[in-house]
Nanobody, 125 residues
Framework: QVQLVESGGGLVQPGGSLRLSCVAS????????IGWFRQAPGKEREGVSC????????RYADSVKGRFTISRDNAKNTVYLQMNSLKPEDTAIYYC??????????????????WGQGTQVTVSS
């Protein structure tokens, strides 16, 4: 059974940090692009970052560049999203998903599938 499970969310003060994890089961992440997305209440799901299947190329949304870092550990079948300097506008449910490596590094929601259940990130004082 193909499954992605996110974890690591929580409540953090502005300026704080969190590290999200996305663990895959039932298949290997080695051959996929992995993406992180987020959805705030009343807003559409938006791409945050993605990482390639091979050389580890990455892409980030402008809103998180310089603050978030995506990485992968293929041995653990896990992808991480390190989030620093968090802002209230980063508050959302964060999801991970996979896309075919043939599509390249794009943060298009329609390219991704096998979505996890999400993990809530709340940035508030």
């Amino acid at each position: 059974q193909v499954q992605l499970v996110e974890s690591g969310g929580g409540l953090v003060q502005p300026g704080g940090s969190l590290r999200l994890s996305c663990v895959a089961s039932g298949f290997s992440l080695d051959y996929y692009v992995i993406g992180w997305f987020r959805q705030a209440p009343g807003k559409e799901r938006e791409g945050v970052s993605c990482i390639s299947s091979s050389e580890g190329s990455t892409r980030y949304a402008d809103s998180v560049k310089g603050r978030f870092t995506i990485s992968r550990d293929n041995a653990k079948n896990t992808v991480y999203l390190q989030m620093n300097s968090l802002k209230p506008e980063d508050t959302a449910i964060y999801y991970c998903a996979i896309a075919s490596r043939l599509l390249g590094l794009r943060l298009r929601t329609a390219d991704f599938s096998s979505w996890g259940q999400g993990t809530q990130v709340t940035v508030s004082s």
